[in-house]
């Protein structure tokens, strides 16, 4: 045997073992479970290359039996979209092989066919190889071959064993989604089920939205679903799957509240994994917002549409176009990690999306209905008027007219009431004259001081320096003065003259200079703060408050008080309270110009006693005194000041009610939300 022939055999069962090996590829990824996708790319790029073929196609069959490309290896060699004709020829020639019954002639010689007008042909220049997929079901599609005419019969044959034996193996790979797709639609209608009966429980809106949020999640298998309901003209979220509450002024939320309104407003569904080029402006410039903010990775938002008239219940002679009603919210589904969205999610969005907006708008729909809990109870009040309830329904009845008639007609003591507490009727602030540092303190809380005592000493360096100085100006003036009256004695006359000018100068300073050491030693003796009047010292902790700190003037110091002249009240009626009391005090003045109110009060410290006071002073100004509403200060004297428990301190915490002649009971108990409804409410319709 020549070398020759032994290379040719060894070459040949190379090839042999190389296409064995591409077989069992075959063979592996028809039993594994990819995707349709994966699988034609990885299913004819490895047929293509056992075969040692130009290129090849897999035509696959829609919903609507069309054939349709779904992966081609150099199918361009094959020149056919250069040529209408050729085109229309081909693709007779697939649908004629698709639609054969039993075995099909697989080999297609080229510039073959086409004698008459819809019958296929092979218009080419290479041998095509057909092979059809089918299931027990249906033609899944045809697998085509475009290999060199020049062998001999024999090897085309082979090549068509080949083509036979791997299109079975592609019918095994749809077999086995066949059977995977049944397995999951008997579980989506399982889901299902359950999804339509749990969203249809109820009608109320609130249930209704959480309950579509966290079943559609658990249905589409995402990882989070949010419903967006309108309110007027912007879009809010109202559920959010897995929350038992939504944060309203979480930035999160705000921001895909104004993506759902973006998509509301556009009415058209939008889907995002990565790229919003094709989006609207104003609804790619929300998406990218929130996207920035929550990082997810794919995002679809379903407007939520009512149901509108089918085509067949159109009149055209009522009107001239079908009315679309606007969105009455949106169904936003998000995955937070993954951006690859299977087409059985899609298709699961589209039936939750469905169902929701049906769910949803009915819930709308009731709650929207004039008065319905009204019309419900009336609904549900059968029971209340049955013979064995009419005598208690009676008596509630009979209850609520007498507690309504009560609030009308019964007078009330109507007291408006605030806080205080009891301060000296004699008291007075130290103010600091002059700015300064507490060099010495000789008082502290509780000291007991005589008008004219010092109770502090502050020290200014700048005041003493001016002292200082204005003391040697005067001294030095002063010599002058002596100086100049001396040489007036011995000078010549016209030398005389010029000495008294500057002698007389000098004495002007002089009076000057006296003056502000006057004023300097008046500012000296400022910083001694004394007592204005006899008294006790009521402020606490004056050490840490004053030693060694700077102060200025005009700055409150401490306070002094005499509470053996007796303690008076010192109320801080509410802003809004205050109507009431100048209108019944206007009242009573009417009648008698020195007219008083009365006020009664009760101690923090012992509320069981109450004690009576009149009002004496009312201040003409609201102040903010560091609460959460501004009030007026308004002062009350003890009517008996000896009732008060001994060891009363000033400052006392009081509770009191200033006495505003007598209003209907409700009013008295109601006042309140009636101010309420005169500002917030009718103020609107006036």
Known sequence: MSSEQRYDKTMLEQTKQQIRVIMGEIAQISRSDIAPDEFHQEYLNRVVRALGAIGGALWMTDETGRLTLGYQVNLREAKLHDDEEANRLHSFLLYKALRSQGEVEGLIPPHSGGESPNEGGNPTDFLLILGVIQTELEKVGILEIFQRPDVNPATQQGFLSFVRQVTRYATEYYKNRQLKNFSDRQNLWTQLEDFTRNI???????????????????????????VAICHGRKAKIEAVSGQDMVDKRSETIKLLGDLATAVVKVNEPIFYNGDSSHLAPQVESKLEEYVDVSHTKTIAVYPLVAHTLDEKDYDETEHDKLVIPPPFGALVVEQIEDARVSDAMKKRIEIVVEHARTAIGNAIDHNSIFLAPLWQAIGKSKLLVAARTLPKTLAVVLG????????????????????????????????????????????????TVHEGDVLLVLSNNELEAEWQKNEGEINECSKQILALKEASYEAKDSERIRITGQLEQYVEREKSLNLQRKILNDRREDLKVRAPVDGVVMTFDLENKLRSRPVQPGQILMEIARPEDGLLLELQMPEKRMGYVDDYRDLIRAEDPDAKLKARFVMTVDPSKNYDATVVEEHDRAENRGTEETTVMIRALIDDPESLPDGTRAGAGVSAKVYCGKRPLGFVCFNELVAFLQKTVFFWFE
């Open 400 to 447: 609520v007219a007498a507690l309504v008639l009560a609030m009308i007609f019964v007078p009330w003591n109507f007291n408006m009431h605030c806080d205080g507490s009891l301060q000296p009727i004699v008291r007075r602030n130290i103010y600091a004259r002059e700015s300064g540092k507490v060099d010495e303190l000789y008082v502290r809380h509780g000291s």
């Open 200 to 226: 249809h429980k109820t009608l109320n809106l609130k249930e209704t939205v959480y309950t579509v949020a966290n079943e559609s999640r658990r249905l589409v298998e995402c990882d989070r679903v949010s």
